[in-house]
């Protein structure tokens, strides 16, 4: 069974999908499409391999523009309790890939606000109101040691896509595309290893599973993901694939988001 990300509207909602799917003995995928993006493979296995040595800081951010209106087709999401919003799709994206190139996190400190309290659908000319957030800053400690924040926003206007830098004592890495890290399109890998300049790395063939002819842009990933599920119904073994199990992990960790920035307290991660 393969979902969309978030996999249910609540934390429970996915703990009932994961148990049932346990419970039937199939093999799940959820579409994390962060994780088989061939620039954030290709980062994951440079830092792993040393490239920018001990990691002590991270940075990312995603920041799309929009903010301000929609047609009304579109406007449910403005409801928070609907579990379809900034924090729970793209924040869960954004965070899902910078956990799973640098690690997750072991201490939060947050703040989700809702900037954006109206919304104006383009087709009926009216205003609505909005609960859902549309602004998330987390900052915290990862299990490495390294310190990481990241700020994922919904923008009235020019927003300047997505960025993930990755700082270590021997060098840095950075990826960036023009909307987000789980879209299709081939993100830029910079690497600097003992310089102060940037430059160019180019992405290994091996992090492609798709076909030569496949299409690029948004069903390239999705394509990424789907060959891969087939890849674990064959063999039995999930091994790159986001399965359900994954999905109520990242659910949880919404969830503390959530909760230190109601609290106002910074939390450990369980």
């Not at 978030?6 to 009932?16: F, S």
């Not at 040393?50 to 002590?56: P, T």
């Not at 690690?103 to 087709?123: I, S």
């Not at 957030?133 to 923008?155: I, M, Q, R, T, W």
Request: proline share 4%; net charge neutral.
């Amino acid at each position: 069974v393969y979902t969309e990300w978030p996999l249910g509207r609540t934390t429970a909602e996915a703990e009932e999908l994961a148990a049932l799917a346990r419970a039937k003995g199939v093999q799940t995928a959820v579409g994390l499409q962060s994780r088989v993006s061939p620039a954030l493979l290709y980062i994951k296995e440079q830092i792993e391999a040393g490239y920018v040595g001990e990691v002590l800081s991270c940075h990312a951010t995603a920041m799309r523009d929009g903010a301000l209106e929609r047609p009304s087709s579109r406007t449910w999401q403005r409801d928070a309790s609907l579990g379809a919003n900034p924090l729970t799709i793209a924040t869960g994206h954004v965070i899902d890939a910078l956990r799973f190139v640098a690690g997750n996190f072991t201490r939060v400190a947050c703040m989700v606000t809702t900037q954006a309290k109206q919304w104006y659908e383009t087709d009926t000319k009216r205003r609505v109101d909005v609960t859902s957030p549309d602004n998330v800053l987390v900052s915290g400690k990862l299990a490495s040691g390294a310190v990481a924040s990241v700020h994922v926003g919904a923008v009235p206007w020019a927003g300047s896509g997505f960025r993930m830098e990755i700082y270590g004592r021997e060098g840095t890495l950075v990826a960036t595309g023009s909307v987000s890290s789980q879209r299709g399109e081939m993100l830029r890998v910079q690497g600097a290893r003992r310089s102060h300049e940037l430059s160019d790395l180019a992405i290994p063939g091996r992090f492609v599973h798709v076909p030569a002819d496949f299409p690029r842009g948004d069903p390239f990933n999705v394509g990424q993901m789907y060959a891969l599920f087939a890849e674990a119904i064959r063999t039995g073994q999930s091994r790159l694939l986001p399965t359900f199990d994954t999905a109520v992990d990242l659910h949880h960790f919404v969830d503390t988001i959530k909760q230190a920035s109601d609290t106002g307290r910074e939390l450990t991660v369980a």
